[in-house]
């Protein structure tokens, strides 16, 4: 099990009595609720700045490019249902 090298204020760490070679447990106090939320909303707005937003150029083109293929596929797998079920079709007449 590791230790956790991040404390806030409210936090304190478990030690290791290296003497005695017996484990010193402390009490670890979590932050409350609404502290939790601040947290994790100060973590959210430091990780949104790092974030490289695309150009609105680089959306039209990758949103091109998917209509593209969204269209080129949706032809593609009709076409191959389409012969599925005429092969299948042809079995059955064949058969009967």
């Known amino acids: 099990m590791s230790i956790t090298t991040e404390y ?3 936090e304190k760490p478990l030690r290791e009595d290296s003497s005695q070679g017996e484990e010193k447990k402390g009490v670890v106090k979590t932050p409350s609720f609404i ?11 430091l990780e949104m700045r790092k974030t490289s937003w695309p150009t609105r150029s680089e ?3 990758t949103t091109i490019v998917v209509l593209i293929a969204v269209v080129f ?4 797998l009709w076409g191959i249902d ?3 079920t005429l092969g299948f079709e ?5 058969i009967k």
């Open 35 to 45: 502290g939790r939320l601040g947290e994790f909303y100060h973590n959210v707005k």
């Open 8 to 10: 806030t204020e409210d």
């Open 82 to 84: 389409l012969l599925i």
């Open 73 to 76: 596929f949706g032809f593609y």
């Open 59 to 61: 959306v039209w083109n």
């Open 90 to 94: 042809g079995l059955e007449k064949t």
